[in-house]
């Protein structure tokens, strides 16, 4: 096969392949449930089969619930985390859910389906606390704590907390605090289980009410199944020639 026309082949298969690879993540993107709140983007589709569990009545717990406005205003009704506890409630308890015992803390874990969620070096984790101030991140909205994959407790004091006012509409203000996944699990890993936990900060300021939480969604897709193929069927291509010349006796060099 002459160089010139081994060339073209090569050049004609790279830009299909680059297609193919540039469509395939496009089409993920397009297919992927993204919401975005105050800057962070979520796919809710991380939630799939997801649920929340919280420390029953009959263990000590006071954990209450309550209906919200905020959900609505940015795209995640179904996916608070009150609703994704409703199979330990037994119906829908709307979309708040409150820790509201100080001297034996309440907690609620959210417990990611199938395998998990694959971290990224972007990932965050963000957690919404409904707020009652109007314009900083009050002391309820850090008196918490975070596990994560039953690893070691990090105080919400330590993460970055920002206050976001009300979207729109009715909707309520919120303290955003985000944890940088990629420090404390690092990239590749799976996050599986989160635990939150209320601390006794004093009274009126130890009874969080968190609304939603999740993994951020990754800046850079992954590769889907169809470009790693387009990789791999490129690579077989450019041994082909090699081969048919073996075939034929040839030089190979």
Known sequence: MKKSHLMNRVLKST???LF????????DIANAAIVTINSKEFDVDQFTNATVTYRPDADGGTVSFDGKNWDNEVGVNYYTLAELASGQYGGDPGDQISLNNRSTPDWLQLNYGGA?????????????EI???TSAVDSEGLSFRVSFNNGAFINASLADATFFASPGGSAENTNQIVFNLASILGPGATL???R??????GSGTSDPDFIFA???????PEPSSLALFGIASFAAFLRRPNAS???RGLATH
């Open 15 to 17: 830009t299909l392949l």
């Open 20 to 27: 193919g690879v540039v469509w395939v993540s496009a089409v």
């Open 116 to 128: 998990g969620v694959t971290l990224f070096s972007d990932s965050e984790f963000v957690i919404y």
């Open 131 to 133: 707020s009652s101030a």
């Open 192 to 194: 599986s289980t989160v």
């Open 196 to 201: 939150i936990e209320n601390l006794n900060t």
């Open 214 to 220: 999740g993994v951020t969604a990754n800046a850079v």
């Open 245 to 247: 010349r073996k075939k």
